[in-house]
């Protein structure tokens, strides 16, 4: 049955909601404005998907837009309309050093190593994504640029994707466990129900101008329909060392335990069942009956990413035993360690590039003759409250949930705390229960750029390229 058309979204890019994982072909296009009355004319000149199009039409090309800051300002837009944006947003991603350093972006992970958007001279002003076949997918990026006036703006990149979608160049199964979205406002917030893990959430975690997880209508720029139905669109390029991810683990438990243990490392099985033991074996499983990671490492990746933890650690069990978790009666501190993971979630359209190597061709030191990554994309209503508390405090930190000395398994960065302490350990539990702690985890992935922008609704889109 299909989704029903809602008014709002003939305002939505359609990138909101879903994917297009039928797509084979993308195309993220950073690009400098240099004339802004130019810019504009050809912007506006383009067609670009909207929610309710993709509801009722198959579509086989999708054209979506965003800007940073300073894309806004290069365009033309007012100071005034700008300061009406998150700070984070407006400092952009490596704006400044105190947030590279919450984000684990610093050493060869630092904003003055990457290939684009760690200085103003190569932040792009804005992301172009084209979707398409993959034997499309090039004239469709040859027919959008034609289009374009000389003088209107430069091709800071053009980055490619690889066409092999749901996998990622470790060789995970990738783009699960995504939230859903109360997009006709049922959900009540903060009530017994919240108790436990959730994954609808209320639209505006997502969307800007619709009431939040905390039952609210947070701060965002209302002028002239400017940031209403708009989102904070993050974008980093990862490039993943598989080679030295596959050989390490066979160093470490040999060709026939390496699986295993990056599937311990990960959290789950490479094809994205969950790891045998916890309550489910598909993307809803929880961690309800392991809270203490003899299943499911506490570190590993994906319960750093999502916890599945609601809003008590014991759960809900009813009006006295709830009342008694509340008033701190029951339960161990280390329990509650964890934030609610209704207020962090991010909703990710990341697509990898670059070829993709066999688990065991890595190990034997098969040569993939070229870079692979992922283009991370995620879509977020609050950049503080969502993607950097959970970059920062959950992925990057060497102290998440009471852990001491230990990053993300996958992708931390392994520099040394601020105190000069080693981040490159990892515990675990074997199959049979026995604890074990690897220590000197190489580093397996390297920042090559991101940037902060503004997706907006195509009300608001119209304002920017009609001032």
């Known amino acids: 049955m299909s989704s029903p058309i809602r008014p709002r979204d003939a305002d939505v890019q359609a990138i909101v909601d879903r994917g297009f994982g039928s797509l084979a072909g993308a195309r993220f296009l ?12 050809w912007l506006a000149s383009l067609a670009f998907a909207s929610l309710a199009l993709a509801k009722t ?17 290069a365009l033309g837009m007012p100071p005034a309309d700008i300061a009406g944006f998150a700070p984070e947003y407006i400092d952009g991603l490596a704006g400044d050093s105190s947030r590279s350093r919450r984000l684990g972006d610093i050493g060869p992970n630092a904003p003055e190593h990457w290939r684009w958007g760690g200085t103003p001279e190569t932040e792009p002003h804005i992301l172009l994504m084209l979707l398409a076949d993959a034997d499309d997918i090039a004239a469709f990026e040859a027919e959008t640029l034609a289009a374009m006036p000389a003088a209107a703006c430069t091709v800071l990149l053009a ?6 979608l749901g996998r990622e160049p470790f060789g995970f199964a990738d783009g699960l466990s995504q939230p859903e979205f109360d997009w006709d406002d049922r959900i009540t917030p903060g009530g017994a129900p919240d108790r436990i893990y959730r994954n609808r959430l209320k639209l505006g ?81 929880t961690f309800s009956n392991d809270p203490d990671g003899r299943v499911c490492p506490i570190g590993a990746h994906i319960r750093r990413a999502n916890p599945r933890s609601g809003d008590d650690p014991n759960g809900r069990h009813g009006f006295l035993p709830d009342l008694i978790s509340s008033l701190g009666l029951k339960g161990a ?12 979630r991010l909703l990710r359209r990341g697509r990898a590039y670059g070829p993709m190597l066999a688990p065991l061709e890595a190990m ?31 992925v990057a930190s060497a102290y998440f949930a009471g852990l001491s000395g230990e990053q993300d398994p996958l992708i931390g960065s392994r520099m040394p705390d601020p105190a000069g302490r080693p981040t490159d350990a990892f515990h675990y539990c074997t199959a049979q229960g026995d604890p074990r702690l690897l220590t000197g985890l190489p580093r397996f992935v390297t920042v090559k750029g991101g940037a902060y922008f503004f997706l907006p609704g195509l009300g608001g889109l119209a304002w920017i390229l009609n001032q």
């Open 205 to 285: 975690e997502l969307l800007l101008g619709h009431a939040n997880e905390y039952g609210f209508v947070a701060d965002y720029p209302q002028a002239n329909g400017l940031g209403l139905n708009g989102s904070y669109l993050v974008y980093r390029q990862i490039a993943q060392d598989v080679t030295g991810f596959w050989r390490w683990l066979a160093e470490v438990a040999g060709e026939n335990g390496a699986m295993e243990l990056a599937e311990t490392m990960l959290g789950r099985r490479a094809d994205g069942d969950s790891l045998p033991g916890l309550d489910a074996a598909n993307g809803d499983f």
């Open 30 to 41: 950073l690009l400098r404005v240099v004339d802004g009355a130019a810019a504009r004319q």
């Open 364 to 394: 034997r030191g098969v040569d993939a003759g070229a870079e692979s990554g992922l283009h991370f994309v995620a879509l977020n209503a609050s950049l503080s409250r969502q993607f950097e508390f959970v970059q920062g405090a959950w």
């Open 159 to 164: 980055n490619v994707t690889n066409g092999t």
């Open 57 to 73: 039409t198959r579509l086989d090309r999708v054209r979506q837009v965003a800007f940073t800051a300073a894309g806004l300002a």
């Open 333 to 344: 501190p280390m329990h509650d360690a964890v934030a609610s993971a209704r207020f962090h």
